[in-house]
Nanobody
Framework: QVQLVESGGGLVQPGGSLRLSCAAS????????MGWYRQAPGKQRELVATITNAGSTNYADSVKGRFTIARDNAKKTVYLQMNSLKPEDTAVYYC??????????????WGQGTQVTVSS
């Protein structure tokens, strides 16, 4: 079983910054991809950014140039630096990780979510 614990959400004014963190723990041999998704009220969950264990990144068009995803493989942790935040970035942000357990079974886990609110 793999657990993901997020932290760093909160209330910020438009134009401000926040940094989200997500730490993975449990039966992990390798984490291939880690990412962040978000879900605003009344909307479907959407991709924000992903990063592979080799460091390749992918971003939603709406956050390119403002958000940066990074990971520390030794700490099994992924970060999301969010700058120039806009009210439309308000959502619950979920961490996601996929990889392999020591028994060579695939896993795909989600965190519990952390609220990000951008408002003046």
């Amino acid at each position: 079983q793999v657990q993901l614990v997020e932290s760093g959400g909160g209330l910020v004014q438009p134009g401000g910054s926040l940094r989200l963190s997500c730490a993975a723990s449990g039966s992990i041999l390798r984490i291939n991809v880690m990412g962040w998704y978000r879900q605003a009220p009344g909307k479907q969950r959407e991709l924000v950014a992903t990063i592979t264990n080799a460091g390749s990144t992918n971003y939603a068009d709406s956050v390119k140039g403002r958000f940066t995803i990074a990971r520390d493989n030794a700490k099994k942790t992924v970060y999301l630096q969010m700058n120039s935040l806009k009210p439309e970035d308000t959502a619950v942000y979920y961490c996601n990780a996929g990889g392999l357990t020591p028994r060579l079974l695939d896993f795909l886990s989600w965190g519990q979510g952390t609220q990000v609110t951008v408002s003046s």
